[in-house]
């Protein structure tokens, strides 16, 4: 019998996982999924679910419904992926992590199918969650998409309400090259009959939307076109909103613990999809959506999203790390005040390194590094591509000597910027 850290090693050596390998552990098919799902006896059939999917956001907008739904009474699952510090991050009921006794009871009682059916990391980590969801009989559960979606292994679920945040660059090589390509796969999450809310309107991606929800005769809600969210200015670690329901006020003066400007574009997805929950007979309040927001991060331990690390000088960690996701930290920073930028920042080998580097502020001393997993790029392949785009700093091997080197020489009105990659960020949160 497993301990509970035999438990997680038998979990990450025996199976392939995505975000340590890259390309290498994604499966193509739901084949596995579906063998699992019948060995378990579909879990996920016994609890109501809200899929989300998406590009960037997808994260915040989980985190932020399950808040919600907990604020208003229900007992709700949450899955994300991946995690930053503790692998349990990723399955949640009423924000209380899966406990250390469930998985390691999970991986001693079900070995021999893992060691059969071989699933990756991410497909026996779907199976975990909807077990244990089933198993502690939820009212409702908030799933994550992983990667893309039509072959996602969340995507067994029937959900009330499918929500697809935006669509950007990232997995081209396994989701395709092109924003319309991308939100195919996205769209694979659409379901006969469920409504739909898309968070952006994107020229590229609309007619993919549009065109999948009448195939399936879903309704269709672009957020966008209904709600809005004005950002008002930080205060103590919050930003202080007011949110528009088709250009009436819907709620004002709500405390934000997110304090990312991209965090707008979230928050009316997520009230697009509080609208179709409404509809399909939950009870939600103002009050629900209101204390939900304030308190995502009591209720749902979210991480990694322009969290403020420590103060004088200010450092600062956030978890963008495609170009769409870039754009928004870069404008961010943008609206930061500071005598000087310090950027720690690793990336992915297969992210569009290029692309990012070019859309980083030039003003800034950089500190090259990478986080430890195998997919990360080579500190200095990395430098040498920031070199090529006017960014200069030096090379560090971890990120521990990175941030330490930064401290080091930055004073006290300076900004310390931690990111580029999820994994980057997990070494410092």
Not at 351 to 357: Q, Y
């Amino acid at each position: 019998m497993k301990n509970y850290d035999e438990a997680i090693d038998f979990l990450y050596d025996q199976l392939p996982v995505f975000q340590r390998s890259g390309v290498v552990a994604y499966k193509n098919n739901l084949d596995n999924t579906l063998e699992l799902d019948d060995y378990f006896a579909h879990p996920h059939r016994h609890f109501k679910s809200i899929h989300v999917a998406g590009t960037n956001g997808k994260g915040s907008v989980s985190h932020i419904l399950s808040s919600i739904l907990q604020e208003a009474g229900y007992k709700t699952g949450l899955y994300t992926s991946p995690h930053l510090r503790d692998f349990r991050e990723r399955i949640r009921v009423n924000g209380c992590m899966i406990s250390k006794v469930e998985v390691t009871n999970f991986v001693n009682c079900h070995e021999v199918i893992i060691r059969e059916v071989e699933p990756s990391f991410f497909e026996m980590t779907v199976a975990m969650a909807f077990d244990f969801f089933s198993r502690s009989e939820i009212d409702v559960a908030v799933v994550e998409v992983g990667l893309g979606g039509r072959l996602d292994s969340t995507n067994i679920i029937n959900p009330l309400v499918s929500v697809i945040t935006n669509i950007g660059f990232d997995h081209t090589a396994l989701l395709g090259n092109t924003l319309t390509a991308i939100a195919g796969e996205k769209a694979g999450i659409i379901k006969p009959a469920v409504p739909v809310v898309v968070g952006r309107r994107q020229k590229e991606t609309e007619p993919v939307f549009i065109g999948k929800a009448i195939q399936n005769d879903s309704s269709i809600v672009f957020a966008a076109d209904h709600f809005s969210v004005a950002m008002g200015s930080l205060n103590d670690g919050f930003r202080v909103i007011d949110i528009y329901h088709d250009n009436n006020l819907f709620l004002s003066g709500v405390r934000l613990p997110l304090a990312g400007i991209y965090q707008s574009e979230n928050v009316a997805c997520v009230m697009a999809a509080v609208m179709e929950l409404r509809a399909a007979g939950f009870v939600v309040s103002k009050t629900h959506i209101k204390k939900g927001l304030e308190n995502v991060i009591v209720n749902t331990g979210l991480m990694g999203r322009w969290q403020v690390l420590e103060h004088h000088p200010q450092v600062v960690c956030d978890t963008g790390h495609n170009e769409d996701g870039i754009r928004q930290v870069v404008a961010q920073l943008k609206e930061c005040t500071y005598e000087q930028l310090h950027v720690v920042i690793g990336m992915a080998g297969d992210k569009e390194v290029d692309e990012v580097m070019a859309l980083m502020p030039k003003d800034a001393v950089y500190y090259f590094t990478r986080a430890d997993i195998p997919r990360s790029m080579p500190a200095d392949k990395l430098m040498q591509i920031g070199h090529r785009h006017g960014l200069r700093g030096d090379m560090f091997h971890s990120v521990k000597e990175a941030v330490a080197a930064a401290k080091k020489n930055a004073s006290v009105n300076d900004l310390i910027f931690i990111g580029g990659s999820n994994f980057v960020v997990a070494e410092v949160v």
